[in-house]
């Protein structure tokens, strides 16, 4: 997301330099970009990871079924492998 804006920032400078035209153009390519769905995906996926790591709650990993209703869980980070 930072690196967006800073790219739209760069695009209106040198826009600005270059006249109306290539602002219109530059700002074509990052409206563009930003609507693209590999960006869309690339945010979304990198927001989970972020989500992911900040999250206060362990991820459980199912251990031996006690029965067929009831399952133990134990947090990720404490499975013996």
Do not use: N, W
């Not at 040198?14 to 693209?36: D, H």
């Not at 996926?45 to 399952?71: F, N």
Request: hydrophobic share 40%; no cysteine.
């Amino acid at each position: 997301m930072m690196r967006l804006l800073i790219g739209v920032a760069a695009g209106y400078v040198l826009g600005t330099r270059a006249g109306r035209a290539r602002y219109e153009q530059i700002s074509k390519t990052a409206r563009a970009v930003a609507a693209s769905p590999v960006t869309k995906k690339a945010i979304e996926v990198g927001r989970q990871k972020l989500a992911d790591s900040l999250s206060p709650q362990p991820k459980l990993e199912p251990m031996k079924p006690i029965d067929e209703t009831t399952t133990i869980m134990v947090p990720h980070d404490q499975l013996k492998r």
